[in-house]
């Protein structure tokens, strides 16, 4: 029978005929072939045995409907496949199931350390004392609410120059306003 292991559609025929032996070697065979499949797609070794089993079963069940003019491999590949895309859609809903809601998440954290009690009214008085140009960006994005890409079209700038503009103004209050 070792020379025939590589005649899966042979040992499949004989298998349909009732040689229970051969059946056993048949399954044994395809496993040796199905399991780096899986270990390359699956992380765990017991992920892998049991997902083998699934697919060993439903080979079962399916063997009536293998033509015995095809090849073996590509039918029970195939079937591979379907078991192992049921598995990970399963697995990936029951992780969906237990996430976590972020905005849930995000009631219950202190507010981050990056958020100030610092608004454009606060400090209007510091940033119109910057340069004309400094002075006219911040007002815009952060008093009336624009984009860079907005300021720029409006001052004739890139939005490049801009953000140097804006990142130099944050820079002098920021100095301003630390002493």
Same mark, same amino acid.
């Given at each position: 029978? +070792?020379? /025939?292991?590589?005649?899966?559609? &042979?040992?499949?025929?004989?298998?349909?005929?009732?040689?229970? #032996?051969?059946?056993?070697?048949?399954?044994? *065979?395809?496993?040796?072939?199905?399991?780096?499949?899986? =270990?390359?797609?699956?992380?765990?070794?017991?992920?892998?045995?049991?997902?083998? /089993?699934?697919?060993?079963?439903?080979?079962?069940? =399916?063997? !009536?409907?293998?033509?015995?003019?095809?090849?073996? #491999?590509?039918? =029970?590949?195939?079937?591979?496949?379907?078991?192992?895309?049921?598995?990970?859609?399963? !697995?990936?809903?029951?992780?969906?199931?237990?996430?976590?809601?972020?905005? %849930?998440?995000? %009631?219950?954290?202190? $507010?981050?350390?990056? *958020?100030?009690?610092?608004?454009?009214?606060?400090?209007?008085? *510091?940033? %119109? $004392?910057?340069? @004309? #140009? /400094? +002075?006219?960006?911040?007002?815009?994005?952060? !008093?009336?609410?624009?984009?860079?890409?907005? @300021?720029?079209? #409006?001052?004739?700038?890139? @939005?490049? &120059?801009? $953000?140097?503009? +804006?990142?130099? =103004?944050?820079?002098?209050?920021?100095?301003?306003?630390?002493?």
């Amino acid at each position: 029978m +070792a020379d /025939q292991i590589d005649n899966f559609e &042979a040992l499949m025929r004989q298998s349909l005929s009732g040689d229970q #032996k051969t059946y056993t070697h048949l399954l044994r *065979e395809t496993s040796r072939f199905l399991r780096p499949f899986l =270990a390359q797609r699956l992380n765990f070794t017991g992920e892998v045995d049991d997902l083998l /089993q699934e697919i060993l079963i439903s080979i079962h069940k =399916a063997r !009536h409907t293998y033509d015995g003019n095809r090849p073996y #491999k590509p039918w =029970a590949f195939a079937i591979a496949r379907f078991r192992l895309s049921d598995h990970l859609r399963s !697995h990936y809903a029951d992780h969906l199931r237990e996430a976590i809601d972020f905005d %849930e998440l995000e %009631e219950s954290l202190p $507010k981050p350390v990056t *958020e100030t009690a610092v608004s454009y009214e606060s400090i209007k008085e *510091e940033v %119109e $004392k910057l340069p @004309v #140009k /400094q +002075a006219s960006i911040l007002r815009l994005m952060h !008093h009336e609410g624009f984009t860079s890409k907005e @300021v720029a079209d #409006k001052m004739g700038m890139t @939005v490049t &120059a801009v $953000k140097v503009a +804006a990142h130099r =103004a944050y820079k002098i209050l920021r100095s301003k306003l630390e002493t």
